[in-house]
């Protein structure tokens, strides 16, 4: 089956994206050179670390090959580092693709050895209520959104799941929940 998302496998936890969407039933790769975008419906931009993950990016045009995919349609899903590349303006400053518009402080629930596990609250008209699993890793926090942006979950009345168009970021890591809901709803964006 030919794939429709592709997952950004250039640092960071990537992998497990792949097996949130095996649970989805989407097919999809890992992508490595932009021409790989070329078909694909979708992109998860995962968590890792963002500097990193820039500097990897420059040499392949990774930034401007993103910009143009959400341009024309592509659903992004951003996660922990790929919601700092994702976000307009960054604390402290750094290089962003500016997608979100959005304000987010980096590493703003603590170190690695703070982070943690805990449930946030859904959007009722986008899921179907109740809870939702969230694993905070040096996670940033969005810190101003524009109103152009749809808040799909908080936690502790902060916005942790955000979409703006076809673009959707998370602060925390949803490849690493149990249940599939953030899968889910970036795969209904790609159908």
Avoid at 73 to 78: R, W
Avoid at 160 to 185: M, N
Wanted: aromatic share 8%; charged share 15%.
């Amino acid at each position: 089956m030919t794939p429709q998302v592709g997952i950004l496998a250039l640092q960071g936890g990537y992998a497990l994206h792949g097996d949130q969407l095996d649970r989805c039933g989407v097919p999809w790769c890992f992508v490595r050179q932009p021409d790989e975008l070329v078909g694909l419906k979708g992109l998860i931009m995962p968590g890792g670390e963002s500097t990193a993950l820039l500097k990897l990016m420059a040499p392949f045009q990774w930034q401007q090959a993103i910009i143009d995919f959400a341009a024309q349609g592509g659903a992004i899903l951003a996660t922990c580092a790929g919601l700092i590349l994702s976000a307009k303006t960054v604390s402290p400053v750094q290089e962003s693709l500016a997608l979100l518009p959005i304000r987010v402080e980096r590493n703003a629930y603590g170190r690695q050895r703070e982070s943690f596990t805990t449930t946030g609250q859904c959007n009722d008209a986008v899921f179907s209520g109740g809870d939702l699993d969230m694993v905070f890793i040096r996670a940033p926090r969005i810190t101003h959104i524009d109103s152009s942006v749809t808040v799909l979950a908080t936690y502790k009345e902060d916005p942790v799941l955000v979409q703006y168009g076809s673009v959707i970021g998370a602060t925390f890591h949803p490849e690493l929940a149990r249940c599939t809901h953030v899968h889910e709803y970036f795969c209904q964006q790609i159908r």
